[in-house]
């Protein structure tokens, strides 16, 4: 299958791909790595205007590595395994079967585009930097378990896939495929869903979320701010929450044509309204902080079922959902969610 790596797959990807390089360098000039070569980077300083990664090279960076790429020629093709650090300026991995595997520190200025079959992985113990956006097209994947920040946009497309075990903040976000988080994501920009976001630990939205597509939530899930109108959650889409999920935030709405399903349990502190459906499945239990009246939204003009009003207190931080993979490894996330939600 296309797509995402099985952690088996790259669980000792440097030290099984750089056991035995071909080639050895201590010091610029950056070679053109083409087919057959594995360049193993020692501890120094590289500097290349216009690096080059054909046929399926393969470049390697020891811990004390650091490597600093103004542009690659042409897309790569090859792979690049990190344990020092890579420094780019902007990595168009248009091709098929780039591979960045990163267990050191990688730092993108400006944009990333990946697309075909390429696969981006953040290893355990990786660091991740990112100022400007980030696209993946095709069949292209990211695969997060270490830290990711990216001040700029991280976008899916086409059948594009991003998978996060580690913790991830994000300056924005717009899932137009499959993300499937077992972590700790934090959004401080717009956040919309239109494929499918699957959530089984901590979401923390902080300018609204907009569930257009199809969100299915096991952990926590926080939607707070936004703008008039798109205030905290506001679905569009189809809503799903099983029992173990928590939502909480501030505005709630559903639109006409929106659905909110399953069960689960909701606390929001500001203005409510269902025009679309919401219906348990066997009951979704709602808690409108700021109630009108005895009403369990603030204004229905839609369906309501199988649903009831009963206190649901704020996110504990101190308690991680049992989806996590925090709470089943040693991976440790750290999470401060705003009690007063």
């Not at 091709?95 to 050191?104: C, K, Q, T, V, W």
């Not at 913790?167 to 495929?177: E, I, P």
């Not at 569930?211 to 299915?216: A, D, I, K, L, M």
């Given at each position: 299958?296309?797509?995402?790596?099985?952690?088996?797959?790259?669980?000792?990807?440097?030290?099984a791909?750089?056991?035995?390089?071909?080639?050895?360098?201590?010091?610029?000039?950056?070679?053109?790595i083409?087919?057959?070569m594995?360049?193993?980077?020692?501890?120094?300083?590289?500097?290349?205007l216009?690096?080059?990664?054909?046929?399926?090279?393969?470049?390697?960076?020891?811990?004390?590595?650091?490597?600093?790429?103004?542009?690659?020629?042409?897309?790569?093709?090859?792979?690049?395994?990190?344990?020092?650090?890579?420094?780019?300026?902007?990595?168009?991995a248009?091709?098929?079967?780039?591979?960045?595997?990163?267990?050191?520190?990688?730092?993108?200025?400006?944009?990333?585009?990946?697309?075909?079959?390429?696969?981006?992985?953040n290893?355990?113990?990786?660091?991740?930097?990112?100022?400007?956006?980030?696209?993946?097209?095709?069949?292209?994947?990211?695969?997060?378990?270490?830290?990711?920040?990216?001040?700029?946009?991280?976008?899916?497309?086409?059948?594009s896939?991003?998978?996060?075990?580690g913790?991830?903040?994000?300056?924005?976000?717009?899932?137009?495929?499959l993300?499937?988080?077992?972590?700790?994501?934090?959004?401080?920009?717009?956040?919309?869903?239109?494929?499918?976001?699957?959530?089984?630990?901590?979401?923390?939205?902080?300018?609204?979320?907009e569930?257009?597509?199809?969100?299915?939530n096991?952990?926590?899930?926080?939607?707070?701010?936004?703008t008039?109108g798109?205030?905290?959650?506001?679905?569009?889409?189809?809503?799903t929450?099983?029992?173990?999920?928590?939502?909480?935030?501030?505005?709630?709405?559903i639109?006409?044509?929106?659905?909110?399903?399953?069960?689960?349990?909701y606390?929001f502190?500001?203005?409510?309204?269902?025009?679309?459906?919401?219906?348990?499945?066997?009951?979704?239990?709602?808690?409108?902080?700021?109630?009108?009246?005895?009403q369990?939204?603030?204004v229905?003009?839609?369906t309501?079922?199988?649903?009831?009003?009963a206190?649901?207190?704020?996110?504990?931080p101190?308690?991680?959902?049992?989806?996590?993979a925090?709470?089943?490894?040693?991976?440790?996330?750290?999470?401060?969610?705003?009690?007063g939600?």
């Open positions: 299958m296309v797509g995402i790596v099985p952690r088996a797959a790259y669980a000792e990807g440097y030290s791909a750089c056991a035995s390089p071909t080639l050895t360098i201590t010091g610029n000039p950056v070679p053109a083409t087919a057959g594995v360049v193993l980077f020692q501890p120094g300083t590289y500097t290349s216009s690096a080059m990664i054909t046929g399926g090279g393969i470049a390697c960076l020891a811990p004390g590595a650091k490597w600093t790429v103004t542009t690659f020629g042409v897309a790569p093709v090859g792979s690049i395994y990190v344990r020092g650090e890579l420094d780019v300026q902007t990595l168009q248009l091709s098929n079967g780039f591979r960045l595997d990163n267990e050191g520190t990688v730092t993108v200025n400006g944009i990333i585009q990946a697309a075909a079959n390429s696969q981006l992985i290893d355990t113990g990786g660091v991740w930097h990112g100022n400007g956006s980030q696209t993946l097209l095709g069949t292209a994947s990211l695969t997060n378990r270490g830290s990711i920040d990216l001040a700029g946009s991280l976008t899916l497309a086409e059948q896939t991003f998978t996060n075990i913790t991830v903040t994000l300056g924005a976000f717009q899932n137009g495929t993300t499937t988080n077992t972590g700790n994501v934090t959004v401080v920009g717009s956040a919309t869903t239109s494929g499918v976001f699957i959530n089984r630990c901590i979401a923390d939205f902080q300018f609204g979320y569930s257009e597509g199809s969100t299915t096991e952990g926590l899930i926080l939607a707070t701010g936004g008039v798109r205030m905290g959650l506001y679905i569009s889409g189809v809503y929450s099983t029992s173990t999920g928590v939502t909480s935030g501030s505005d709630f709405r639109i006409l044509g929106g659905q909110m399903t399953g069960a689960g349990r606390r502190t500001g203005f409510t309204s269902v025009a679309g459906s919401a219906i348990g499945s066997p009951q979704i239990t709602f808690y409108d902080v700021s109630q009108t009246g005895s369990i939204f603030d229905v003009t839609g309501v079922v199988n649903v009831i009003r206190v649901v207190p704020p996110p504990n101190a308690i991680l959902p049992a989806g996590c925090a709470a089943q490894s040693d991976l440790n996330i750290t999470k401060t969610v705003n009690a939600i």
